[in-house]
């Protein structure tokens, strides 16, 4: 199985796997530990949370399909730049899926989309390439106190008024996008691909179509 590098947004209401797998990509795991001078001791280190990660990866969307894209279907474009765009601006994070084919391994990871640049270059005209710039992003829990009267008593307790939303819920039916795989959309959907198969009657090499509305058990 080929590496796949895929973007969802909205739990899956939007997708978008890259064209062209990038030649390498960065990931970067800084600290924001600080050193303090205490009397006596001289300098301290004083450990703090780790800072965000970030992700750094550059490859182009092809105007025409070639034999270094990852699928054959790919998007247009202007299309796929567009689509990250609306992401970046959005205000909500993204998830960064990478599929790898060591034993289906795969890293997923919310992030918000810093920083976009593209461009396009003499001899390949209609191709975009671009870089992109990803910061890991850490679901929140607002949590309230709330306060009342019991037995003439003022008691306080924490209200789950304020607590983020079940991120996903699990979909009764899919609709095939261009780019996916049944490996894809288990990762997507919390179904393993087996079942999926099974409940729509798919049997190997598990091909599937775009457009094609799949039972999700």
């Known amino acids: ?12 209401e939007e997708t978008l796997r890259l064209p062209v797998n990038p030649s390498e990509w ?9 050193t303090v001078s205490v009397q006596k001791l001289g300098q301290v280190t004083v450990i703090q949370n ?6 750094e990866l550059s490859s182009h969307f092809p105007r025409h399909y070639g034999p ?5 279907d790919i998007p247009p474009p202007r299309r796929g730049i567009d689509q990250l765009e609306k992401w970046k601006n959005s205000g909500f994070p993204v998830q960064f899926v990478v599929i790898t084919s060591e ?10 989309i810093e920083s976009l640049s593209y461009r396009e270059i003499a001899g390949d005209v209609g191709s975009i390439y671009y870089e992109l710039t990803l910061r890991e992003f ?17 008691v306080a307790e924490i209200s789950n008024k304020g607590q983020r939303p079940k991120a996903s819920v699990k979909p009764k039916t899919y609709t095939v996008k261009a780019g996916d795989t049944l490996w894809a959309i288990d990762r997507r959907v919390g179904v393993p691909y087996e079942k999926i ?9 598990y091909t599937i179509r775009p457009n094609q509305v799949l039972v999700i058990p």
Not at 138 to 154: D, F, I, L, M, N
Not at 197 to 205: E, H, L, M, Q, S
């Open 26 to 34: 960065k990931v970067s795991a800084g600290s924001a530990n600080e």
């Open 197 to 205: 198969a099974a409940a729509n009657g798919i049997k190997p090499p």
């Open 103 to 112: 034993q289906h391994k795969e890293i997923t990871v919310p992030v918000t």
């Open 68 to 72: 270094y894209c990852a699928y054959r």
């Open 1 to 12: 199985m080929p590496v796949e590098f895929w973007f969802t947004y909205n739990n899956g």
């Open 138 to 154: 850490k679901y929140t829990k607002p949590r309230t106190v709330e306060t009342k009267q019991e037995s003439g008593e003022t």
């Open 50 to 55: 780790p800072v965000l990660r970030t992700y």
